[in-house]
């Protein structure tokens, strides 16, 4: 009759202070290494000139800014991870340092994505090249069993709810359908993590920050998981929360070299990375309960959304999907009246808020979560359209020589989303003079002010 409740008071007490106490170097150095490998790596980048140019066009800075802080972060990153490896065990025989081949095939995919983007950052890849990089990654992880059964807590209880003619309470789907679905689920979250981050690296300090929050909230899922899930495998607790504290420390560690006035960039390397390092800890968090799934995405969100956003707008206005813009969510931000600083810090808040939501998960039923996301993510769409985040409306107008008013925009034009295409056909028959010879000039926010006389002694530098 008491068998039961003696058996539970010999169980170790798990407590979030008991999971983070001995982890928290995993944070210290990640953060020393990334903090002291970040201006390094702009001295060697200066040095060859591996630098970001600016284009006048989608890019936001006027200067060329040293690329390379994706191997700073990097370098914080493995070297934090590599360090739970030491750790002693904070309860015993509870946590024991450990190096499996799930290690070694998440280093190792993370090692490609790394390469496939510094290469991009150097000599320019194709689209298809990276995804075929990125999905490589995701298979080099599943080939060590991570994420290989992540649809299971998804899957099985959905069938024990439906009850019907083909599955009754008791049965699930076959092994190897799990597997399957799991495959095809990690394939796509590698990829669209490893993308979603790469696009929203437009403004100094922007993904770094972004992910540093989310790594904050992915760390707070892993902690809790540890703490909840007692009869789960306690090695793989620890290797999530050995990853989260790694990303954040090594994240912080750069962005304040990254923040604006930014003195070095992160490029593709660093950006597809912090994807890479995301989209594993979401699948890792799918591979126990439905709840941290979810929470997980959510966190991801902002991301995800602008990702989203930008495939839809190419689609919608029929470009392919690989073009580049500057449409994205912050950069429709800045073309609002927003400063740089302004347009990330913004992106910080809201990025709070999904985190918030993202925890909040483990601490009600699915059914009621999904009810809130699916409101909050609904409004998000609708709010986005009515903004002209979706829809381009072009406007065709002739070559005209220049005269009194040619130069105030229409009203319309003073309208985000808007694009101006400039054509031939009105060109006057007369020597009279007309604008520059330029095919198209893209607009995305002309502000009707008044024409201001520069000021010759004004020089612009630094970044906008």
Not at 371 to 384: H, M, P
Not at 397 to 412: D, I
Request: charged letters at 10%.
């Amino acid at each position: 009759m008491f068998a039961m409740p003696l058996a539970q008071t010999t169980r170790p007490l798990i407590t979030p202070d008991s999971v983070m106490s001995p982890n928290i170097y995993i944070f210290y150095v990640a953060f020393i290494i990334s903090y002291t490998f970040t201006p390094i790596m702009r001295f060697v980048a200066l040095r060859y000139r591996i630098v970001d140019k600016p284009d006048n066009l989608r890019k936001m800075h006027t200067v060329p800014v040293a690329y390379l802080g994706g191997i700073a972060v990097f370098l914080g990153w493995i070297a934090g991870f590599s360090f739970s490896n030491l750790i002693p065990e904070p309860v015993p025989q509870t946590f024991e340092p450990f190096l499996t081949s799930a290690k070694l095939a998440i280093t190792a995919g993370a090692c490609i994505v790394l390469a496939l983007g510094l290469w991009d950052d150097m000599k320019r890849l194709k689209p298809s090249i990276k995804i075929a990089g990125q999905l490589l990654a995701a298979v080099i992880i599943l080939s060590a069993g991570v994420g290989t059964h992540c649809m299971g807590p998804i899957l099985n209880p959905a069938v024990d709810k439906l009850g019907t003619n083909t599955f009754s309470a008791s049965e699930h789907f076959p092994d190897w359908f799990v597997v399957a679905a799991s495959w095809v689920t990690v394939i796509f979250i590698v990829v669209a993590c490893c993308n979603a981050t790469n696009l929203m690296d437009g403004l100094d300090g922007l993904c770094g920050g972004v992910t540093a929050i989310m790594a904050g909230g992915l760390l707070f899922l892993a902690i809790n998981m540890a703490v909840v899930n007692v009869a789960g495998d306690l090695h793989w607790d620890a290797l999530r929360i050995a990853m989260a504290l790694a990303l954040m420390g090594a994240v912080l560690g750069f962005v304040p070299f990254n923040f604006n006035p930014a003195s070095i960039f992160m490029g593709d390397a660093g950006s597809m990375f912090l994807g890479y390092a995301g989209a594993v800890m979401i699948v890792s968090l799918a591979e126990v309960k439905l709840q941290w799934f979810l929470g997980g995405t959510v966190i991801f969100a902002l991301p995800f959304l602008d990702t989203a956003l930008a495939l839809v707008r190419r689609w919608v206005n029929r470009r392919p999907f690989f073009s580049a813009d500057r449409k994205h969510f912050h950069h429709q931000l800045v073309d609002r009246g927003l400063t740089v600083r302004q347009t990330v810090l913004v992106s910080y808040g809201l990025t709070l808020i999904f985190a918030l939501l993202g925890v909040s998960v483990v601490f009600m039923r699915v059914r009621y979560a999904v009810a809130v996301y699916l409101v909050f993510f609904g409004s998000l769409v609708v709010a986005a359209y009515k903004m002209g985040m979706v829809h381009e409306r072009p406007r065709v107008v002739g070559r005209r020589p220049l005269g009194p008013g040619s130069m105030m925009p229409s009203p319309t034009m003073s309208q985000p989303g808007n694009v101006l295409e400039i054509r031939d056909a009105d060109l006057p028959q007369s020597g009279a003079a007309v604008l520059a010879p330029q095919e198209v000039i893209a607009s995305t926010a002309v502000q009707s002010q008044p024409a201001v006389k520069p000021d010759p002694t004004v020089t612009q530098s630094g970044k906008t």
